[in-house]
């Protein structure tokens, strides 16, 4: 199976590749939970009581934890 898919090299680099892509996916996970809590505990309701919408509220805290 190895050598259909190109040898130790390839199959380390498939399996880099998923790993990388799980730990995104967590992450992502991981931050939509952290938005919802903080919204659900109110933290958030000064904020989304003015003009500022949810998607904006959203892409501000990206913007910054990125």
């Keep these: 199976m190895l050598a259909v898919i ?3 090299a390839a199959a380390e680099a498939i399996v880099d590749g998923y790993l990388s892509f ?4 967590f992450g992502v996970i ?3 939970q952290f938005l919802l809590v903080q919204e659900n505990g109110g933290h958030t309701e ?3 009581a003015t003009a500022v919408g949810r998607r904006r ?3 501000s805290w990206v913007t910054v934890i990125g």
């Design 6 to 8: 190109g040898g130790d």
């Design 22 to 25: 799980m730990a995104v996916y």
């Design 30 to 32: 991981l931050a939509v």
């Design 46 to 48: 000064a904020v989304l």
């Design 57 to 59: 509220w959203v892409l």
